[in-house]
C-alpha cells in the first residue's frame, strides 16, 4: 500500500459525517448541472419556446405568461448549479444546505418542466395550486406524527386515522350535513388516537406493532363497509363538500393567491394549526412540558408532570388532527370514500415530519415538497413526456426514501422517542 | 406462582402448554365475536327494521352472523376440497408469515414483505415464460430466481437501515409502493405483456415453471406446501441450530452486545433482511407458479405481505408457530372467500379479525381482563426501536 493510499484510509477514516455529507451534496450539484447540460440543454426541441401560465382561467390578471427557450433557461441553470457545486466544495452553505438544497431542486425542477414543455404551453400556476392541495393531508398526518413523538409516541396508525376518519367524514357527511361530518371526522380521528394511547401507555404494547395494528384494522373495516354500506346505498357516498372560499383582495395577487388564497377552510385550517402548534410548542407551558416528556420523561415525572398524561393528551390531540386531515381527502376534494384512498399518505407524513426535523413550519414545507412530486405526476400526463407515468407516480416514495435516509442531514428525533415509561 | 409450579410439575410441559395456546384461542375467540358483531351492525336493511320489528331483527341478526360464520366453517373445513383450499390459501401466508418472523427475532420490522413478494414473483414470472425446461430444471431455477428478488429487495431497506439508519418501517413500505408500480410498468412492457393484449397481463409461465399439484388436479393445494413447510424447517435449522442464526437472534436481543462481541451488525442486518425478504419472493413466486393461468397481474401479491405481520405474531415468530397460524389463516382465507361468495360478507372481515388477533396477541392483559383468566403471557413487549437505532 503506497502512502497516498495510507492517507486516503485515514482521510476516510477521519471524515466526519457533516464531511460525508457535505461530500455527496458537492457531487450532487455538479451531477445536477451536467445531466441539465446534456439531457435539457443539448435536446433538439429546446429552441421551441415554452409557455408557463401563471393565471388561471377567470383570474383578474389573467392571462400572464412566461414565455422561454428551454435551451437558455437549462444552460443558465446548468451554470447556477455548478456554482453551488464549487461553493459547495470550498466552504458550505452551513446552517442554510437544506434551504440551499431546496433552491437546487426548485431549479432543476423548472429546467425540467421548460424542457418538458418545449413548444407547449403548461399551466404553472395549476400545478403549484395542486401541490399545495395535495400537501394538506401530508401536513395534517405530520403533524399528527409530531404531536405523538413529541412525548415520545411513535404513531405508525396516522395512515389508519386518515382513512378512518375520511370514510366516517363521508358517511357521517352524507346523512347529517358536512359540519357534523367534520366533527365526526375529528371524533374518529381522536378515537383511534385514543386506542393507540392505551395500548401503547397502558398495555405497553410495541408502539409499532400498535399503529400497524390500528392500520391493518381501519384498512379492514374500511374497505368492508364500502363494500358492504356503501355499496348498495350510494346515497351515504354522497357528502356535501366543502367549497373554495376565496379571501378578498390577497386571492387577486398572481400565482400566490391561486395557491393559498382561494382555496377551502382545510388548507386554511392546516396553515392555522403549523402556526399555533408552532407558538404552543414552543412558546408554553403545554410545549415545554410534551417536550420534556419526549426528552427525559423520567425527569418530568420527577417535577411532578404526569407523564401518562400528557402523553395520552397528545397522541389524542394527534389523533384529530388526523381526523381533519383525513375529512380533507374527502370533504375537501373528491367527496367520495375509495376503498385505500390514503394510498400511503400517512406514511409520506411521518416523512415528512422527519423531514421538517420534528418542526411544525418544517412538516409544512416537506409536505409541500411531496405534495410538488404528486402535483407534478398528475400534470406532467398532459405534456406527454417519454417518461412513463409509472415512474413518475413513485418519485413521493423515493424522495421519502432518500428523505429518510438522511441526504438531507441527520435529524435528532425526541430522546425518549420510541420507549414506554414505567413509572417506579 | 405455585400453583403453576405444582401443575408444571405434574404435567410435564402441561402448564406451559395451556399459557402457549390459552392467549391464542382466546384472541381468536374474542376476535371472532368481534367480528360477528360488525356484521351485525352493518346490514342497513337489518338496522332499519329493528325500530319496526325488534324481534324480527334479532333474528335475522343472528341469521346473518350464523351464515356468515356457518360460510366460513364450511369453507375451511367443510369438506376435502374446502382443507385443500385451506391447505392452498395457507401456502403463501406459511411462507410470508416466516419471512416477517425472521426479522422479529433479529429485531427488525420488514412490512415490506408485499413488496418483496412483488419483486420475487416478477423474477419467477420472467424465467418461468423466458426459458423452457422440464419442471425437475426449470421450477428450481424460477423458485432461485424469486429468492434473490426478494433478498435483494429486502437487501436495499437492510442496507439503507445499516448504513444511514434509515427505519426499515418506512424504507420498506415505500419499497412496496415502488415494487407495485415497477410490475405495473413491466407488465406493459414488450417483454412481459402478453402478445395480444393491452391491460397489464403478462405472458404464461411455461409449463416447467408451474407448481405441480398434489392430490390431481381437482384440488388445488401444489408442491408449494412442500417448499414452505420445508422453509419452516430451515428457517427453524438456521435460527436455532447454527451460528448464523445466534447471530441473528443476538442482534435481535441486543445490538450493543453483538457489536462488542465482535459481530459485524452492518452485515448481518443486511443479511437478516435478504434472508426475511427471500422467504417473502418465494411467496411471491407461489402466487404466479402456484395456479392458472400462471400469469402475472398487478394484484397477484393480494394483501398477503400483511397478514404475514399479524401471522408472525400469532405464531410468536417460531417457524412452528408461524405453520399453525399459517394454517388458521388460511382457513380464514378460505372460509371467508366462501363467505364473501354465498352470504355476500365482503373478505375483507378477515383483515379486521386478523388486525383484532394482533391487538389482543400483542395486549394479552386486555384478553385477561376481558374473560377475567389468569396467564403469565407476557405478550409481545417491545420488539422494534426508535428511529434514531
Not at chain 1, 423548472?110 to 395549476?126: T, Y
Not at chain 1, 411513535?154 to 366516517?168: C, D, K, P, T, W
Not at chain 1, 401518562?308 to 370533504?331: D, K, Q, S
Not at chain 2, 405441480?212 to 393445494?221: A, I, N, S, T
Amino acid at each position: 500500500m503506497t502512502t497516498v493510499d495510507h492517507a486516503l484510509e485515514s482521510a476516510k477514516v477521519r471524515a466526519t459525517p457533516e464531511e460525508k455529507r457535505s461530500r455527496i451534496l458537492t457531487g450532487v450539484y455538479f451531477a445536477l448541472s451536467v445531466f441539465v447540460l446534456f439531457a435539457f440543454a443539448f435536446d433538439e426541441d429546446a429552441d421551441m419556446d415554452a409557455t408557463f401560465k401563471l393565471a388561471l382561467p377567470r383570474d383578474r390578471f389573467e392571462p400572464i405568461d412566461w414565455v422561454f427557450e428551454p435551451r437558455i433557461m437549462s444552460i443558465v441553470v446548468s451554470i447556477i448549479l455548478a456554482t453551488l457545486g464549487v461553493v459547495q466544495l470550498l466552504r458550505g452553505f452551513g446552517r442554510w444546505d437544506n434551504v440551499v438544497l431546496g433552491g437546487a431542486m426548485v431549479l432543476f425542477v423548472l429546467a425540467f418542466l421548460g424542457w418538458a414543455a418545449a413548444g407547449q404551453s403548461f399551466s404553472l400556476v395549476g400545478m403549484l395550486t395542486s401541490m399545495v392541495v395535495l400537501s394538506v393531508p401530508v401536513t395534517a398526518g405530520g403533524l399528527t406524527g409530531l404531536m405523538c413523538e413529541r412525548v415520545a409516541v411513535i404513531n405508525i396508525g396516522i395512515e389508519g386515522q386518515l382513512l378512518g376518519s375520511a370514510f366516517v367524514g363521508t358517511i357521517v357527511g352524507s346523512t347529517a350535513g358536512r359540519w357534523v361530518g367534520l366533527l365526526g371526522a375529528i371524533a374518529i380521528g381522536a378515537l383511534l388516537g385514543a386506542a393507540l394511547a392505551v395500548l401503547v401507555i397502558k398495555y405497553r404494547v410495541d408502539q409499532i406493532i400498535a399503529g400497524v395494528a390500528i392500520n391493518i384494522f381501519a384498512l379492514g373495516l374500511t374497505s368492508f363497509m364500502a363494500t358492504r354500506v356503501l355499496g348498495p346505498n350510494p346515497e351515504f357516498n354522497e357528502p356535501e363538500r366543502f367549497g373554495t372560499i376565496a379571501i378578498p383582495v390577497l386571492e387577486d395577487i398572481p400565482v400566490i393567491g391561486n395557491m393559498f388564497f382561494k382555496n377551502n377552510i382545510f388548507l386554511y385550517g392546516m396553515l392555522l394549526l403549523v402556526v399555533l402548534i408552532h407558538i404552543g410548542l414552543f412558546h408554553t407551558r403545554w410545549g415545554l412540558r410534551s417536550r420534556s416528556v419526549g426528552e427525559h420523561p423520567k425527569a418530568a415525572d420527577t417535577l411532578g408532570i404526569n407523564v401518562y398524561r400528557t402523553r395520552y393528551r397528545n397522541v389524542i390531540l394527534g389523533g384529530m388532527i388526523a381526523g381533519f386531515g383525513g375529512a380533507a381527502l374527502t370533504l375537501g376534494s373528491t367527496g367520495r370514500f375509495e376503498e385505500n384512498m390514503t394510498a400511503g399518505v400517512g406514511f409520506i407524513g411521518l416523512a415528512a415530519m422527519i423531514f421538517g426535523r420534528w418542526r411544525p413550519f418544517g412538516v409544512l414545507g416537506a409536505a409541500l415538497v411531496f405534495g410538488f412530486a404528486r402535483g407534478l405526476q398528475q400534470k406532467l400526463g398532459i405534456l406527454g413526456t417519454p417518461i412513463p407515468s409509472e415512474f413518475l407516480s413513485m418519485a413521493p416514495y423515493i424522495v421519502t426514501i432518500i428523505v429518510v435516509a438522511g441526504l438531507v442531514g441527520r435529524a435528532r428525533p425526541p430522546a425518549a422517542d420510541g420507549q414506554p415509561y414505567i413509572k417506579d | 406462582m405455585s400453583e403453576r409450579t405444582t401443575m408444571d410439575q405434574i404435567t410435564g410441559v402441561g402448564g406451559r402448554l395451556r399459557d402457549a395456546l390459552l392467549v391464542p384461542t382466546l384472541a381468536l375467540i374474542t376476535a371472532l365475536l368481534i367480528g360477528g358483531l360488525i356484521i351485525a351492525v352493518t346490514d342497513v336493511d337489518i338496522l332499519r327494521l329493528w325500530g319496526d320489528d325488534p324481534a324480527e331483527a334479532f333474528k335475522q341478526t343472528l341469521e346473518a352472523v350464523g351464515g356468515a360464520y356457518k360460510a366460513l366453517f364450511v369453507g375451511s373445513l367443510g369438506s376435502v376440497n374446502a382443507i385443500s383450499e385451506t391447505l392452498f390459501a395457507a401456502t403463501p401466508l406459511i411462507l410470508a408469515g416466516l419471512a416477517v418472523a425472521v426479522g422479529f427475532q433479529a429485531g427488525l420490522f420488514n412490512i415490506g414483505a408485499e413488496g418483496q413478494m412483488v419483486i420475487g414473483g416478477m423474477t419467477a414470472l420472467f424465467l418461468g415464460f423466458t426459458f423452457d425446461a422440464p419442471t425437475i430444471i426449470l421450477l428450481p431455477i424460477t423458485l432461485l430466481g424469486a429468492i434473490v428478488g426478494g433478498a435483494f429487495w429486502a437487501g436495499i431497506a437492510g442496507l439503507l437501515r445499516a448504513k444511514t439508519g434509515a427505519h426499515e418501517v418506512i424504507t420498506t413500505i415505500m419499497l412496496n409502493f415502488i415494487a407495485l408500480f415497477l410490475a405495473q410498468w413491466l407488465l406493459k412492457t414488450s417483454v412481459f405483456q402478453q402478445t395480444g393484449r393491452s391491460d397489464p397481463i403478462s405472458k404464461p409461465v411455461n409449463e416447467g415453471a408451474q407448481l405441480p399439484r398434489l392430490f390431481g388436479d381437482d384440488y388445488r393445494v401444489t408442491v408449494g406446501l412442500l417448499i414452505a413447510l420445508a422453509a419452516a424447517g430451515f428457517v427453524q435449522w438456521l435460527m436455532y441450530h447454527t451460528s448464523i442464526g445466534f447471530q441473528y437472534r443476538t442482534v435481535g436481543a441486543n445490538p450493543d452486545a453483538a457489536k462488542y462481541a465482535g459481530m459485524n451488525v452492518v452485515w448481518l442486518t443486511v443479511a437478516v433482511m435478504a434472508t426475511s425478504g427471500a422467504l417473502a419472493g418465494l411467496a411471491g413466486a407461489n402466487q404466479i407458479l402456484g395456479l392458472p393461468p400462471y400469469e402475472g397481474t398487478t394484484a397477484f401479491s393480494g394483501g398477503i405481505g400483511f397478514d404475514a405481520i399479524a401471522l408472525a405474531l400469532l405464531g410468536r415468530s417460531k417457524p412452528l408457530g408461524v405453520v399453525w397460524a399459517g394454517l388458521l389463516f388460511g382457513a380464514l382465507t378460505a372460509g371467508g372467500r366462501q363467505m364473501q361468495g354465498v352470504e355476500r360478507i365482503p373478505i375483507d372481515l378477515v383483515e379486521v379479525i386478523q388486525a383484532l388477533i394482533i391487538v389482543f396477541i400483542a395486549a394479552p392483559a386486555l384478553v385477561r381482563s376481558i374473560w377475567r383468566i389468569k396467564t403469565t403471557d407476557e405478550g409481545t413487549g417491545q420488539i422494534t426501536t426508535g428511529w434514531s437505532a
